[in-house]
């Protein structure tokens, strides 16, 4: 069970300079930004699957969730799922369905 | 040289000055009269006066990190901006070590092109992902990794000058100058 302070951590709203910046390539952005996990969700419903592949198998999104979300279980899951080597609308589906079921669990844990 | 409306004016002697230190910084007052076939008093006189007034910027070295057994990569970044903090931007781009030159552009949208440098494509990356794209206004980047050069450098020659004397970019070995285009009443090409 997540204790509610560290749920609340996790959810919390991250500065600018700490959001997670999505690229298609090696110094190619987007423009798209995600400074929360709620943020991050809803971008990766959207963002192109370039982006998606270009960041998963680079380990950006693990890195990003347990070195600044602080949420180790989120990215030992995103961990696991690069080693299915999903991509295209499979990657979607399957990140999305990870993302939000964990979103949702700390959601339920703060209230 | 002279003076008219606050611009400098050169004159043909001057170009050929200009052009000769282009070629090699290092030359001496007397190596470039003898090329010229005039007074080395006369060569002094006149880079000092361009010098004072800002048209000669600065004497610099071009260096070739690959002979020097340095490992890195160029790339050119574009960089499509907020027009209220794209003056910020450049600003925020010229303090970074890695940046190498910072420009504006006219287009549809307002753009500034830089040229960075970093060790590897990693390195590259991160700095971009972490401390250009977060600036205010940063509304995307394209990037270019430079694969290969034909041609570097700056040096000034027979491109805007009278008489046949006009103004083209070159590398020289060695030292090489930086020439004021704008204190001349141009626009830097």
Redo the contacts between chains.
């Keep these: 069970m997540v204790m509610t302070s560290s749920s609340s951590r996790i959810l919390r709203k991250l500065p600018?300079?700490n959001?997670f910046?999505f690229?298609t390539s090696?110094?190619?952005?987007?423009?798209e930004?995600a400074s929360s996990l709620k943020a991050f969700l809803k971008k990766i419903k959207e963002i192109e699957d370039k982006s998606l592949e270009f960041h998963l198998y680079r380990g950006d999104f693990e890195r990003w969730m347990a070195g600044t979300l602080e949420d180790e279980e989120l990215a030992k899951k995103i961990q696991d799922l690069k080693a299915m080597n999903p991509v295209g609308d499979t990657l979607r589906d399957q990140l999305c369905f990870i993302v939000s079921k964990r979103y949702e669990k700390l959601k339920k844990s703060t209230k | 040289m002279k003076i008219k409306d606050g611009a400098a004016v050169l004159d043909e002697l001057d170009w050929k000055i200009l052009q000769a230190l282009q070629e090699n910084a290092k030359q001496t007052y007397t190596e470039i009269g003898h090329l010229l076939d005039i007074a080395h008093s006369t060569v002094y006189d006149r880079i000092r006066k361009m010098e004072k007034n800002g048209v000669i910027k600065r004497y610099t070295t071009i260096l070739d990190l690959e002979k020097a057994g340095v490992k890195y990569v160029t790339?050119i970044?574009t960089i499509?901006t907020d027009p209220k903090e794209s003056e910020n931007v450049a600003k925020r781009l010229s303090e970074s070590e890695e940046v190498l030159e910072v420009s504006t552009s006219l287009s549809e949208e307002l753009l500034i092109i830089a040229k960075v440098v970093a060790e590897d494509?990693e390195k590259?990356?991160s700095f971009?992902?972490?401390s250009?794209?977060?600036l205010?206004g940063?509304?995307?980047?394209?990037?270019s990794?430079v694969t290969r050069r034909y041609k570097e450098g700056e040096c000034v020659k027979n491109f805007f000058g009278q008489g046949g004397i006009k103004l083209s970019k070159m590398e020289t070995q060695g030292r090489v100058f930086k020439l004021n285009l704008t204190s001349l009443g141009n626009e830097e090409p």
């Design positions: 600018r300079e959001a910046y690229f090696i110094g190619n952005y987007t423009g930004s | 790339a970044m499509f494509q590259l990356h971009i992902a972490h250009i794209a977060p205010p940063v509304l995307r980047i394209r990037t990794i």
